[in-house]
């Protein structure tokens, strides 16, 4: 079952901040967090894996909550260049080698 | 490195008809995959592969055939297909089961 994120949809205004969350039934080891343009494929973001620790985007951060199996994205300051479907996605489940994505959340960063 | 390569980039095909979508990594990675991504909506899973020879179904596998015969090559087989097969195939290889996936371009497929 994919993750969920939340929220769907979000329009903003330059400079203002956002937070993605994503959701998942499984229990998570790593989680993967990519923006996709339209007519693009998806550009990976961030990683973050179980312990906390996080690699990924200057402007951008995330967090990793492991015992209520949640990831969050947060986006401070945002450009126009932020626009874009967000996707959270994680391989690292236990008893799968499968991976994939969460619902999306398309967020629109208005001048 | 190229990195995930595939092929074609466009196709039209009409009901019924069988093709083979390409796709090659020259990254070494062990994992590959191929999801769908259809108008305004996220990725699905097709199939995915562990190493050569070792394949499994992904969320939406009905009308898709894989093979893996190489650790490079992954390619993706509509049987026979229909305009719900309209849609944007992605490929991915990563390196490990915590590894994140690397894209290929996409090709876009439309069935009439």
């Keep these: 079952q994919q993750p969920v994120q939340s929220p769907q949809a979000v329009i903003l205004r330059e400079g203002e901040d956002a937070v993605i969350n994503c959701s998942s039934s499984k229990a998570l080891y790593s989680v993967h967090w990519y923006r996709q343009k339209h007519g693009e494929a998806p550009v990976f973001l961030m990683i973050l894996l179980k312990g906390g620790e996080q690699k990924g985007h200057e402007k951008i951060s995330a967090s990793f909550n492991e015992k209520k199996q949640q990831s969050s994205l947060y986006l401070t300051a945002s450009q126009l260049s932020y626009s874009g479907t967000y996707f959270c996605g994680t391989g690292g489940t236990s008893g799968t080698y499968k991976y994939i994505f969460g619902t999306g959340t398309r967020l629109k960063v208005l001048a | ?112």
């Design chain 2, 1 to 112: 490195n190229a990195g995930v390569t595939q092929t074609p980039k466009f196709q039209v095909l009409k009901t019924g008809q069988s093709m083979t979508l390409q796709c090659a990594q020259d990254m070494n990675h062990e994992y590959m995959s191929w999801y769908r991504q259809d108008p305004g909506m996220g990725l699905r899973l097709i199939h995915y592969s562990v190493g050569a020879g070792i394949t499994d179904q992904g969320e939406v596998p009905n009308g898709y055939n894989v093979s893996r015969s190489t650790t490079e090559d992954f390619p993706l087989r509509l049987l026979s297909a229909a305009p719900s097969q309209t849609s944007v195939y992605f490929c991915a290889s990563r390196g490990g089961v915590q590894g994140r996936p690397y894209f290929g371009p996409g090709t876009r497929l439309t069935v009439t």
